[in-house]
């Protein structure tokens, strides 16, 4: 048998072992066994895992650490080469024939597999290679790596072919070369390891660490190989774990201890390197990674919650075996850093650690050359702004994080103003480009997104208004209230609710869950959504405000139809013609970068235009997230592209007919009882692979799903009959969304949040 396929797994991912379990059957080469190492929860029953094509065996071993149950399965193992897979890992189809293949004609110590990191969920990638055989598209993956990731293995080739390109890319490192890619080497998984090398030696087979470092095993390795390679093609497919809140890697539950065992776990493998340069190298990198590691804790030494003391013993132990050698190769500020503690002098550690925070960040400001200004200023945020006393009567609003002043906190803002003139300072942050100043702005100061004032006022106001997130820096000081809005009842999946993220930050389920923490209220346009926030945003039920949104009262204004003569006449729009407002939303995998999201206009207006001119007009509306300025020129005055208009209620209020697809706007629009098309051209693909619905968008919708240009245009010259077809589902529509939606919200939310007025 050539290969042992090792797979240490914890209780909880016992779900997975089945995904990882087909992509093994799928290899194409099938000489292996699979030896599943199970750190056995005794009250959870594990059912055994059968095949018919290949052999498994699952040890489940009580009460034991990772790296015993591992090491009690390598000892099993009968394969000429041991392939550690991590339980929520993938692999490539071809990974073992190519492995095979290589094999058969080099003699190799280890083979690492390379890694192919993603965030999606693995059902996900399964998917796509099995649709695709090689081929992963591009969205999966850190972006960061975005161009290894660009070049699939084997896209259009087949195999035949693609393994004669392949095999010439190996590249193999000696024992030198080797030590320059030490830190990855250290790793166990994704290791190809020739089983005669794996240490059979008693005291390994007690390994006690809870958290599994393999540097132990892989130094006792390292030491006796001769050759070692690196495959260049992805082969390995590393899921990587984005929400650390429910669903944490082995390294992210643990993180109050983490460091704890990592240097126990240093300290437990010095013994066994032998090999003086490889000593050297690696007391080195334990200290780098220890410098790193106090330098962010030890400034904040909550952070490090009970085991700051165990955790500096420790250090102390380590320090007085490795001192020599780890003075000599630590660098400077490792070693000024270092010196006090192993004199246990703590305070005066801590405060050395401050100093190089400190220097760090005037550093980082050093390199930084567009953003110079917003590091200065963060910097009186952090360290002179926050400690100035609270302004009781400023209130600091922020919407779309500064693009325009509207939605819900424009509204708040008016109703304060009307209703207890002078009594409050009101601070609007704005960008940079915005310069569509309110007309009536007394009392009102704008503060520019990151500069100081916003700095100073984000610290000394009382209450803050934002309607998407506060930054991730953000200090929330005693006695102040932070009403979180937010922007839309849910139909995509939202936060906690979706399987993960690829296109935002990796850390977004983690930041949102602390960012949310700081919220004091968070406005409910509706049950529905409050439903849907408790588990989405795991914000408990007993903060929101069950009041509608404020945002949406003015389409229950009296004086509506005024309004809409203005708006019209301010915006050109003749008033005889009747308005379509196309809103659509954006694709999270439609993107230049990370942020940055692309819109192509697949809506063609032309032909709308052609038929529909006499009697309307198309107002487009893209999404704020679409970086992209669509050219509309070409279409003359059929079309009005605001998308950078400030308010989207007053678009609302001019239509006669909604044209959207994923965007929440239509339950707002619903509102004002006229019709909505929804023009979902690439639904399967948005449905299946990308976030889900709450939703079932073909039965719950008050208006058709229409997948191509001709339906739309259809549709739209026979409103009436749509609006009769769907009369009943928008009624029902209506009770369900719109239920709170009285015109009196804002009403409401000042009446509870500025209750002291
Ligand atoms: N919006 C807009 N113009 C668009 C689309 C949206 O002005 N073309 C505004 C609307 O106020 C809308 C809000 O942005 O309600 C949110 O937009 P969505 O398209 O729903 O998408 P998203 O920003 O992802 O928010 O709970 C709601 C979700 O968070 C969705």
């Given amino acids: 048998m050539k290969f042992s396929i090792i797979t240490p797994c914890k209780t909880r991912d016992i779900k997975k072992l089945k995904t990882l379990q087909v992509s093994i059957e799928q290899q194409h080469y099938l000489d292996i066994e699979w030896i599943i190492a199970y750190e056995a ?3 959870v029953p594990f059912s055994k895992l059968t095949s018919e094509s290949i052999q498994i065996k699952t040890i489940s071993i009580p009460q034991s650490t990772p790296g015993s149950a591992l090491y009690k399965a390598v000892s099993l193992s009968s394969g000429e080469y041991l392939v550690f897979v991590d339980a929520d890992d993938l692999l490539f189809p071809n990974c073992l024939s190519q492995l095979s293949n290589l094999l058969n004609s080099n003699e190799f110590d280890i083979v690492d597999l390379s890694n192919y990191p993603t965030y999606e969920p693995a059902k996900t990638i399964f998917g796509e290679l099995q649709k695709n055989k090689y081929y992963l598209p591009k969205w999966g993956g850190e972006k960061t790596e975005k161009n290894d990731l660009d070049k699939p293995p084997f896209s259009t080739l087949d195999f035949e072919d693609s393994k004669k390109q392949a095999l010439p890319k190996f590249s193999s490192y000696r024992k030198n070369k080797r030590l320059h890619v030490f830190t990855e080497q250290l790793n166990l998984t994704g290791k190809v390891i020739r089983n005669t090398l794996f240490p059979r030696n008693k005291l390994l087979y007690g390994l006690t660490n809870p958290i599994f470092y393999s540097d132990m095993l892989m130094v006792t390795i390292g030491q006796k190989i001769n050759t070692y390679t690196k495959l260049i093609f992805p082969s390995y ?45 690696y007391i080195h990198q334990c200290v780098d990674y220890i410098n790193i590691y106090l330098c962010s804790a030890l400034a904040k030494p909550e952070n490090m919650g009970t085991q700051i003391n165990s955790i500096l013993d420790l250090l102390r132990t380590w320090l007085s075996i490795t001192g020599q050698e780890a003075q000599e190769t630590a660098k400077l500020t490792t070693r000024w850093l270092l010196r006090p503690i192993a004199k246990k002098e703590d305070k005066k550690a801590i405060h050395r650690s401050k100093i190089i925070k400190f220097l760090r960040q005037i550093n980082r400001l050093r390199q930084s050359d567009h953003r110079s200004l917003k590091s200065v200023s963060k910097l009186c945020y952090q360290y002179i702004f926050t400690k100035l006393p609270i302004k009781q009567n400023v209130i600091l609003y922020e919407s779309f994080l500064g693009r325009n002043i509207s939605d819900s906190p424009k509204y708040i803002y008016q109703f304060l103003k009307e209703n207890y003139p002078g009594k409050f300072k009101h601070v609007w942050v704005i960008n940079p480009e915005f310069t569509n100043f309110p007309a009536n702005n007394s009392n009102t100061v704008f503060v520019k997104r990151f500069g100081f004032r916003y700095m100073y006022y984000l610290a000394v106001s009382k209450y803050q208004v934002i309607n998407m997130r506060q930054p991730k820096w953000f200090q929330k000081r005693e006695n102040t209230t932070l009403l979180s809005t937010w922007h839309g009842t849910p139909l995509k999946h939202l936060v906690f609710d979706m399987d993960n993220v690829a296109s935002a930050n990796p850390l977004y389920k983690e930041v949102f869950y602390h960012q949310s923490r700081q919220w004091d209220f968070l406005i409910s346009p509706n049950q529905y959504s409050s439903n849907i926030f408790e588990h989405a945003f795991m914000y408990p039920k007993k903060q929101m405000l069950p009041s509608g949104y404020p945002r949406n009262d003015i389409l229950n204004a009296p004086n509506k139809i005024e309004k809409t003569k203005k708006i019209k006449s301010k915006l050109g729009i003749p008033q005889d013609k009747k308005v379509i407002l196309y809103a659509p939303t954006w694709r999270d995998d439609d993107y230049f970068e990370v942020g940055k999201y692309k819109f192509t206009l697949k809506l063609d207006i032309g032909k709308l235009r052609n038929k529909l001119s006499n009697d309307f007009v198309l107002v487009l509306r893209t999404h704020y997230f679409i970086a992209n300025h669509l050219d509309t020129s070409e279409f003359g005055d059929f079309i009005f592209n605001e998308s950078s208009y400030d308010d989207i209620a007053e678009l609302y209020l001019i239509s006669d007919v909604l044209i959207t697809d994923y965007s929440s706007v239509f339950f707002d629009y619903a509102i004002l009882k006229r019709p909505i098309l929804f023009y979902v051209y690439d639904y399967e693909q948005y449905a299946d692979v990308l976030r889900g619905f709450y939703l079932n968008m073909s039965k719950d919708l008050p208006g058709p799903l229409l997948k191509t240009s001709d339906d739309v245009l259809d549709a739209l010259e026979h409103l009436d009959s749509v609006q009769n077809k769907y009369a009943d589902r928008y009624h029902l529509f209506s009770s369900r969304f719109n239920a709170w939606e009285d015109g009196h919200a804002t009403e409401r939310v000042v009446n509870k949040v500025f209750r002291n007025l």
Avoid: A, G, V
Avoid at 261 to 279: A, C, D, F, G, H
């Fill in 237 to 281: 497919i590393k899921i990587r774990h984005n929400d650390p809140i429910n669903d944490p890697s082995l390294t992210q539950t643990e993180s109050s201890q983490m460091w704890f065992y990592m240097i126990s776990n240093w300290l437990e493998t010095l013994p066994y390197l032998s090999n003086k340069i490889w000593k050297t190298k």
């Fill in 41 to 43: 929860d005794p009250k």
